[in-house]
């Protein structure tokens, strides 16, 4: 896989994901009221209503570009309606086509329009993931949407969309349990090897991914951010996948997604937290 497949451009436009992962969420996207129904309740409940945070992000990302949605969209989001946890939303991305070489899921972006930092990971995906399909848990902070936007090896942009009631996410006290264990990269294989198809893969790794909004109950303090900022797997020392992400990814983050394995192979995962931490984790896979 070359280089290019994994370039920072979109569209021909330089984009600085870091500073979309940490600076669009610093800068706070306040944007203009949200719209609201007799009463003050917000009416746009909609899966796939907009919102002035989406308004905001879609033209600082993308610009005028247009994206496809609905039946046009090449990419499926499934979230829960009403989640039970808001610092834990199991959220699954579907994509409609598969990964070739000729046409495949080139970057892949998750955003949650309330978040502090709504941008939680940005993808950059190889042809030899075979499928671009994703699962991962998420912080949700206060009720809105969730999306994803799929661009494509030939330019084009795909989102979905889906609205979640739940809050707190940003905010809830992590467990905290595993401190002695932190950046322990683990994979594992939930399926076995598939011999015919994309094989699911989870690359999962022990880390708080505190996001400088939670209380320490014990000293009343708040618990300074720390997080995993980038997580890159590879398998046979080819790319498969390069994820920014940032703490909206819930408490010891994963990544579940599929590759194209045969016996013999071997999964490498380096991640880096924001206080430099460097973590990796390996799978041969028999």
């Known amino acids: 896989m070359s280089s290019d497949a994994f370039s920072s451009s979109t569209h021909g436009r330089p984009m ?17 009221a949200v719209r609201a ?38 990419v499926q989001l499934i979230v829960p309606l009403r989640a039970a946890f808001g610092a834990s939303v199991p959220v699954k991305v579907l994509s409609k086509l598969p990964q070739t070489e000729a046409l495949h899921v080139k970057r892949m972006t998750l955003l949650v329009d309330k978040n502090p930092a709504p941008i939680a990971a940005v993808l950059d995906m190889s042809p030899r993931m ?29 989102m979905d969309s889906r609205y979640c009631k739940v809050s707190g996410g940003c905010s809830a006290p992590p467990n905290r349990d595993q401190l002695h264990n932190i950046g322990k990269t683990v994979f594992r294989l939930p399926e076995g090897l598939k011999a015919d198809g994309p094989t699911p893969a989870e690359v999962s790794v022990v880390h708080p991914n505190d996001t400088g909004f939670e209380l320490n109950h014990i000293t009343v303090m708040y ?28 408490e010891n983050p994963s ?32």
Request: without cysteine; neutral net charge.
């Open 223 to 250: 618990i300074p951010p720390h997080y995993v900022r980038l997580i890159k797997v590879s398998y046979d020392g080819e790319a498969l996948f390069n994820a920014e992400v940032g703490f909206s990814l819930s």
């Open 255 to 286: 990544l579940r997604f599929k590759l194209m394995a045969r016996p013999g192979g071997r999964l490498n995962a380096e991640v880096e937290d924001t206080k430099e931490g460097r973590f990796r984790g390996q799978l041969a896979l028999a």
């Open 16 to 32: 600085s994901r870091r500073m979309a992962l940490a600076g669009l969420g610093a800068l706070g996207l306040s944007g203009p």
């Open 130 to 158: 075979g499928q671009a399909d994703l699962e991962t848990r998420l912080r949700v902070d206060e009720y809105g949407h969730v999306r994803v936007v799929s661009e494509l090896s030939d330019g084009s942009l795909h």
């Open 37 to 74: 129904a007799p009463g003050g309740l917000p009416s746009n409940v909609g899966h796939a209503d907009s919102s002035p945070q989406w308004e905001e992000l879609r033209a600082k990302l993308w610009g005028r570009e247009p994206i496809a949605a609905g039946e046009a969209s090449k």
